[in-house]
């Protein structure tokens, strides 16, 4: 007689959805690490692409199932340093880094695995003491693991030598970015009845989506540049606004996990 083992509780809130999505992240991050060595690099830089989706898409499910626990806020972390730190790391420094003099590429290819440990850790600390918040403190590591792997896609498919000496800048810029205390947007919520500036995200996220599918090597670049910029561009307006009304906008300080 067969009789089938129950999952405990604990058991099941490692297998669900959500991080089966993680788990796809993670792989499309590994996959891009092979494919960067076997030097298939716009398939290494678009597999960084889709391992964002997974991580995008993980998240929602898991808030939308009730699913939301630490264990898949700690894979996905986890994972995120593969996909958008590792995998990003290794294609720019094939791409380009390796030409550089060796201590200065390699020192260079180490920032996005550094910092996206950095950006993550920090993040993680915070969710957990905090909640989700509906926007990042410095540049999500998903988005820069994007960044350059984009870059890398324009450059193989308009070869401007351009594009490569921009990926050479754009490593320490955005590395320094995931560790920065500017506030950039998150997705914006998928709601008729939303209204002011998540409407006009809303819309925003819908024109840029169509455009990709039309021009997918082309508009990706640009629009992660334009996120960049407009994260900058907000905090600096900000800073100005407060400084006008005589007040200094606090750093948040980091919660005390101690009690």
Request: hydrophobic share 50%.
């Amino acid at each position: 007689m067969n009789i089938k083992k129950k999952r405990t509780p604990r058991q099941r809130t490692y297998i669900n959805v959500p991080n089966l999505f993680t788990a796809l992240n993670i792989f499309c991050g590994f996959l891009s690490v092979l494919q960067t060595i076997e030097g298939n690099y716009t398939t290494a830089a678009w597999l960084i692409f889709f391992a964002a989706v997974f991580d995008a898409l993980d998240g929602r499910i898991a808030r939308a199932t009730g699913q939301s626990n630490e264990f898949g806020l700690q894979m996905d972390s986890l994972g995120d340093v593969i996909s958008s730190g590792l995998a990003p790391a290794v294609l720019v420094y094939t791409v380009q880094l390796k030409s550089l003099h060796p201590p200065v590429g390699l020192i260079l290819a180490f920032f996005p695995v550094l910092f996206a440990a950095f950006r993550l850790a920090r993040f993680n600390v915070f969710t957990l003491s905090e909640g989700k918040k509906s926007d990042y403190l410095g540049l999500p590591a998903p988005m820069a693991g994007v960044t350059l792997a984009s870059c890398v896609i324009l450059y193989q498919s308009v070869q401007w030598d351009l594009l490569l000496r921009m990926l050479v800048g754009l490593v320490p810029v955005v590395s320094l970015l995931m560790a920065s205390t500017i506030h950039y947007e998150g997705m914006p919520r998928f709601s008729i009845r939303e209204k002011g500036f998540n409407r006009l995200k809303l819309i925003l996220f819908f024109v840029i989506t169509a455009l990709f599918l039309i021009y997918p090597d082309y508009v990706l670049f640009p629009v992660m540049i334009f996120y960049i910029l407009a994260g900058i561009g907000r905090s600096v307006f900000s800073l100005m606004r407060n400084e006008d009304d005589g007040e200094i906008t606090p750093i948040p300080k980091e919660p005390d996990l101690k009690s």
